[in-house]
T-cell receptor
Framework: GAVVSQHPSWVICKSGTSVKIECRSL??????MFWYRQFPKQSLMLMAT?????????EQGVEKDKFLINHASLTLSTLTVTSAHPEDSSFYIC?????????????FGSGTRLTVV | GESVGLHLPTLSVQEGDNSIINCAYS??????FIWYKQESGKGPQFIID?????DKRQGQRVTVLLNKTVKHLSLQIAATQPGDSAVYFC????????????FGDGTTLTVKP
């Protein structure tokens, strides 16, 4: 149980365009989802926390207008990278907190490799 | 094989040996810790967790040890197999802090057949 499905698994886009990444909780309701970014051979860095029905909370240094997060339902959160540039190329990973569980967000999506050319 | 110091970026062990991966966490207020395994191109996979009211927890072939005095966490893998080759991250959490995890730098484990 507690599976998070993330799509797409990889995407290549042109500089200046926007890309949407989806994360769905398949067999549970996720009140909270976390979005991470991971550069090659580096650790995961938390970008933002999204809560169903409310605005996302962004970590320091993460541009809210560039990384738009929507968590409109208990099973879906989306991250849109707007006006993407090559420096946004990275591995984006979502994580979901399982409703009613005492442990925190340890269910991760499979990640999205974004390449901006 | 064992990673020493804060943590080495890589650890190479022989198949069948035991592995010890170390992690120094930063926040003395952290009270929940998780070890993850990440294979190339995939998201992290939960391995084992431990709360701060414990100092040891065992799973299948894995043991996590927590030393709060020196803010140190270790993951022991028994009878390491080639399928264990991956990057291992520790993550620390603070109860009530919205479940946010802070990840360590990671250790790459390579198992030689």
């Amino acid at each position: 149980g507690a599976v998070v499905s993330q799509h797409p698994s990889w995407v290549i886009c042109k500089s200046g365009t926007s890309v949407k990444i989806e994360c769905r909780s398949l067999d549970f309701q996720a009140t909270t989802m976390f979005w991470y970014r991971q550069f090659p051979k580096q650790s995961l860095m938390l970008m933002a926390t999204s809560n169903e029905g409310s605005k996302a909370t962004y970590e320091q240094g993460v541009e809210k207008d560039k990384f738009l997060i929507n968590h409109a339902s208990l099973t879906l959160s989306t991250l849109t990278v707007t006006s993407a540039h090559p420096e946004d190329s990275s591995f984006y990973i979502c994580s979901a907190r399982v409703l009613g569980r005492s442990d925190y967000g340890y269910t991760f999506g499979s990640g999205t490799r974004l390449t901006v050319v | 094989g064992e990673s020493v110091g804060l943590h080495l970026p890589t650890l190479s062990v022989q198949e069948g040996d035991n592995s010890i991966i170390n992690c120094a966490y930063s926040n003395s207020a952290s009270d929940y810790f998780i070890w993850y395994k990440q294979e190339s191109g995939k998201g992290p996979q939960f391995i084992i967790d431990i709360r701060s009211n414990m100092d040891k927890r065992q799973g299948q072939r894995v043991t996590v040890l927590l030393n709060k005095t020196v803010k140190h966490l270790s993951l022991q893998i028994a009878a390491t197999q080639p399928g264990d080759s991956a990057v291992y991250f520790c993550a620390e959490n603070i109860d009530g802090n919205a479940g946010k995890s802070t990840f360590g730098d990671g250790t790459t484990l390579t198992v030689k057949p």
